[in-house]
C-alpha cells in the first residue's frame, strides 16, 4: 500500500503482526500512515511487530504519532517490537527521543520474532 | 386620221352589199315593172343577177375585205350602174342611181377620195351619154355630178364635224381609259382594299387588294349590297344604320366619313380583322361611298407584338432594377461578416444603406443599456462632435421607439432629428425605421434625402429589408464579441497562473496566441506539483479553435490534474485521457500531448508523446538532444493505442523544452528546419528557464506575429551549488523533496552520514514549523537556504506567516527539542513580516562507516 510517499504491508505470524513500513514518513502521511498501520493490527491480535527496516525517515510528526500508536495498543494490551536495523538514521532518531521507553526496539525482525512469547 | 377609221370594214361591206343589192333590186324592178319597150331586158337582168351575187359575196366577205377592194367594189358599182343605164335606155332618170355611189364614197371615205369617185362616175355617166348620144348632155351631167356633189360635201362636212367629236371624245376616252389606267395601276397596287359603291351599299367597284382582303374576285362581288360580301350576321344591321346615318350626315353637311374596325368572314374560312375609312362623295349629284379597307391583323400583331416587347423591357429593366436592389440589401448584411466590431460596422452599414435607398444621408442609433439612444455613426460624418447620447423620446427616433413603426417626414424640422448632421446636409425628406433583433428594438436608423426628392412608400419597404439586414449584422457582430470574450477568458483561465515552485526544478511558460486569427486555438500546458516533489508537465494541442476546442482543453486539463494527483504515472494518464477523448460525443477531437513527470530527487525524467512534437532536451552543457522515445497516436484516434513512457535522465544543469507545433511549423517549410533552428536557438545560451523561453521566442518567431497559436514550456534541473536556496511552497508534500535535495547536496559536500541525518533532519523539522505553524497562505512559500562554507552548514528558513498560538506548544516543542539536539545553533527571530531560523552545525569529518 502506498501512503504518499511511503509504503505499508501487513502479515500475519501466528497470532501477531507484522506490519512493514517502508519510505519516508514526515507530517505529510504521518497520521495517515500511523493510522493505517493501527488498522492492520486486528483487536485480537496479541500484538505486533512494525518493522521499519525500509523506512528513511522519520520527523517528529511521525515519532508523536509513533508513542501514540504504541500507548493506543498498550492500552488494547497490545505488545509492540520495533525493528530498526543498526546503523540507519531512524535508530539514531528513535534513540535520540529515547523510543525504546516506549517499545522495545530489535535490530532484525528475526530478533523481534523470537522474543514474541 | 384615216377618215374610213370611223366605220370599221365591216360596216363598209355590209354597206357595198347593200349597194349591190339595191342595184340588182333596181334591175329587177325594171324588168318586172312596166317599163318601156327599148329596154334590155335580158342585160338588165344578168347585171341584176351579178349585182345580187357580188351582194352576197360582199356579205359574206364583209369581215375580210381591203379597203383597195372597197374602191374596186365602189368602182365596179359604178361601171354597173352605167351599164343598166345604157341598157335601159334612160339617161334621165336612171342617172339618179349615181347618187348612191356617190354618196357611198362621201359617207365612207374623205373628200378628196369622195370626189375621186365622183369624177369617175362622172366619167363613166359621160361615157355612157356619149355612147347613147343624149340630148342635154352636159346639164344631165352636172346636174347628175352636182347634186351628189352638193349632198355629198355636206355629208361630208357633218361627218367631219361628227368624226372629229368622235375623235376628240375617243381621244379623251383614250385619255381617260389611261389616266384610269393608271389609276387602276395604282389602285390596284395599293397594299389596301378600296371599295367603291353606290348610296345602297352596292358594290360599284373594288382593287384588286380588296379581292385579296374579301377573298372574292371582283366579278363575285359588283352590284351586291357590301354587307353580303363577309360582314357576320349579326352585325349587318348595325354596318346598315351607320351607312345611313353617314349619308344622312353628309346630306346635312356633316362629316363625311367614318372609320370602324371591322370582321368579314371569307369565303375560305378565314376571317380579315380590317379597319376601314368609308367617307361619302358626289359625282354627277349622286351620293356613292368609297371605303379603304386594310387588314389590320398584322398590325395588330405588330401592335400586340410591340406592346409584349415594351411589358418585357420593363420588366427586364424592373427585375434588373430589383436584383441590384437585392444586391445592395445583401451587401449590407455581408457587412456584418468583415466587421468584427460595432465601431468599424457602424459606417460600413450607413455607407451600405445609403447605397441602397440612394440617400444623401443616414443615422445609426442603439439603444443602450439605460434606454437612451446612442449615435453609433452617421453618414456623411459631421466635422463637429456632437453629443452622442439622445434620449428615448426625443425627435423622431424617439417616436420610433415608441411606436415600433416606422416614420416617415417630410421637411423635418431641427427638433425632431437626433443628429442634426442630417440637417445640415439639406435633407427635405427623413424617414426613421426601427431595429428589431429577436422581437425586440435595438434601435434605429434614419435615412435622409435632399429635395426635390421626396421618401415614398416604396422607400419605408426598402428601408425596412434593409434595417432587417442591419439588425442581423449588429446582433451577429455582438454575438461574435461575446464569444471572442468567452473564449479569451476561458482560454486566460486555463493557463496556470503561476508555475509550481519547488526544489531543484525551476520553470518558465510562455503562450502566444495567433495573431491573425480572432478565435482562440487549441494549446495548452501545464506544470502540477506531484508529491514527493515531483513535477508533471503538460504541453498539449487540442484541435480545432473557439469555444469547443477550448471547452475540450479544460476538460483535458481538469482530468490530467486528477488523474496525476491520484498518482497515476504519464502512461497510464494517457490512456486514460485517451477513453475520456474517444467518449466526447458527437464532436470529432483529437489532441496531440506531451506528458513529462520529473524528479529533481533521482533526476529522472519519464515522459510518453502522443503524436506531439518531440521535446527537447539540453545537458549541462546545453547539447540539444530530442527526444524521440516514446512516440505514439494522438489522444482520440485508437480504442487502445496502449501508451508507454520513456525514462531518461536530466542530469543538474540540465533543461528540457516542450513546446506545441506553432514553435517549429512554417508554411512551405520542412518540419526539421523548424526543429533544428529551435535546437540551435536553444544550445545558444544559457539555461535558464526564463532567458532560454526569450531566446527561443526571439529565434523562432523574430516578427514576434505568428500564424498559429505558440506555448512553451522550459524546465531547468537546477544544479546545487555551495549554496542551496530555493522557494518552498507552503505544503507538506514539498518537505520530501527538500530532504531529497539536501541529501544530494549534503552528499555533494561528502558531509558523514551523521551529519547528513541531522541537518536533514533539522531542516525537515524547522520547514515543518514553518509550514504548519506560520498559518501561511497556499501560495505562500518558505525561503530555503542552506550554505556551505568553512566546513559549516549555515542554514536559514525564512517564513512570512504568522505563528499561530493555537498550536499546542508540545508539538512545536518536541521538533525544536530535536533540532536544538541535532544542531550547534539554533536562532530563533521572530520579525514582524515573518519568523526566521538560523540552524548551524558543523560538518565533521567523514569518517567511513
Known sequence: ?117 | MRAHAMFDTRTKARSLAFLYGAAALTCVLTVLLPHVPSVEERSVLVLGAVSLALALVFLRVAGQVSDGLVHLALAVVTVMLSLVIHYTHNTTLYALIYTWPALYAFYFFSSPVALGHLAFIGAAYATVLRIDDTMDATIRLVLVLGTPLVVGLLISRLLGVVRSGIERSARQERALRSSEGRTRLIVDSARDGFISTDAQGRVLDINAAAERLLGRSRADVLGRPFQELGIPREAHAKFIQRRRDLLKAAREGGTRHLEQRVTINRPDGTQLRGETMIWVVERDGELMFNARLSDIGDRLLEERKRERLVRAEAARAEAERAALTIGRLQAVADAALTQRDLDALGPEILARTREVLDAEAAALLLVQDDGDLSLLSSDPVVAERRPNRVPADAGIAGRVLATRRPVLLNDPPASALADPAILAAGISSLLAVPLIAHEEIIGVIEVGVRPPRRLSAEDVDLLRLTADRVALAIEHVRAYGREHRIAETLQRSLLPQTLPSLPGVALAGRYLPAASEAEVGGDWYDAIGLSGGRVLLVMGDVSGKGLAAASMLGALRSAIRAYALEGHAPAQIADRLNTFVLAEPSREHMATLVLAVFDPVDAELSYVNAGHPPPLALSAEGTPQFLDGARSVPLGVLPFPGYQEETVTLESGGALVLYTDGLVERRAENLDRGLDRLSVAASEGPLETEALCDRLLRAVLPSGATNDDVALLTLCHVPLGSRLALDLPSEPSALRSLRALLRRWLAQAEASDVDVHAIVMACSEACTNAIEHAGAAPDETIAFEAVLRDGEVDIVVRDRGQWRDECPPSDQGRGLELIDALMDDVELEPTPDGTTVRLRRRLTESVSV
Do not use: W, Y
Open chain 1, 1 to 117: 500500500m502506498n501512503v504518499d510517499g511511503a509504503t505499508l504491508t501487513s502479515s500475519l505470524h501466528g497470532n501477531h503482526v507484522i506490519v512493514s513500513v517502508g519510505g519516508e514518513i514526515d507530517v505529510f502521511n504521518a497520521a495517515r500512515l500511523i493510522a493505517l498501520v493501527e488498522a492492520a493490527v486486528p483487536t485480537d491480535a496479541h500484538g505486533a511487530v512494525l518493522d521499519l527496516t525500509g523506512v528513511g525517515f522519520l520527523d517528529s510528526t511521525a515519532i508523536r504519532k509513533l508513542f501514540a500508536l504504541t500507548s493506543r495498543l498498550r492500552e488494547r494490551r497490545q505488545h509492540v517490537r520495533v525493528v530498526t536495523p543498526c546503523g540507519s538514521t531512524v535508530l539514531r532518531t528513535l534513540e535520540l527521543v529515547q523510543f525504546g521507553r516506549a517499545a522495545p526496539m530489535h535490530a532484525s525482525l528475526e530478533e523481534a520474532l523470537a522474543e514474541l512469547g
